[in-house]
T-cell receptor, first 112, second 112 residues
């Protein structure tokens, strides 16, 4: 069974629009960790944020913000005022029983 | 400090040939992972290791074997390559349960 679901396959926006990426996860553990990674066109995987299951505070880092809600098992990611450099594939991931599982990814295209 | 290094970066194999992909990390990380990335399927876990001398199956282990004889190295073997194993392979390592994973640059493997 898929543990991390990213329902949006592709999102295309015009520069300066906001983009929200959805992530829904499934786990039986009470302690778990969630991550977001970015994969730009160059192909490397870049870590963006880590969140543990006990910390439901939202977080903002520059134009990036994350909304973690245990009640809905969601860990959504918003890019505010998107820029062309934000064009990438974004992955949500979950650590569960030592395994690091990824969602299928959401491709974000920001047009100038 | 090189981080996570994958060797080789590109390879073309004929069906039935064997090969080994090497992942080396210099961060003294306990956990190491091998993933394959295919279009629309995200990163799928092949095998992982929670320490030197240990390995475990991930989501898609068939056709692959792994070994972790030294803490810093995690080898992925293909005994008899098949066209279905054409993919981009990523290695990752992580220190402890809560820490984010660091990824190698990827290996693009084509089986013809």
């Amino acid at each position: 069974a898929q543990k991390v679901t990213q329902a949006q396959t592709e999102i295309s926006v015009v520069e300066k629009e906001d983009v929200t990426l959805d992530c829904v996860y499934e786990t039986r553990d009470t302690t778990y960790y969630l991550f977001w990674y970015k994969q730009p066109p160059s192909g490397e995987l870049v870590f963006l944020i880590r969140r543990n299951s006990f910390d439901e505070q939202n977080e903002i880092s520059g134009r990036y913000s994350w909304n973690f809600q245990k009640s809905t098992s969601s860990f959504n990611f918003t890019i505010t005022a998107s820029q062309v450099v934000d064009s990438a594939v974004y992955f949500c991931a979950l650590i569960d029983d030592y395994k690091l599982s990824f969602g299928a990814g959401t491709t974000v295209t920001v047009r100038a | 400090n090189a981080g996570v290094t994958q060797t080789p970066k590109f390879r073309v194999l004929k069906t039935g040939q064997s090969m080994t992909l090497l992942c080396a990390q210099d961060m003294n990380h306990e956990y190491m992972y091998w993933y394959r990335q295919d279009p629309g399927m995200g990163l799928r876990l092949i095998h992982y290791s929670v320490g030197e001398g240990t390995t475990a199956k991930g989501e898609v282990p068939d056709g692959y074997n792994v070994s972790r004889l030294k803490k810093q190295n995690f080898l992925l073997g293909l005994e008899s390559a098949a066209p279905s194993q054409t993919s981009v392979y990523f290695c990752a390592s992580r220190r402890g349960q809560v820490k984010e994973a660091f990824f190698g640059q990827g290996t693009r493997l084509t089986v013809v």
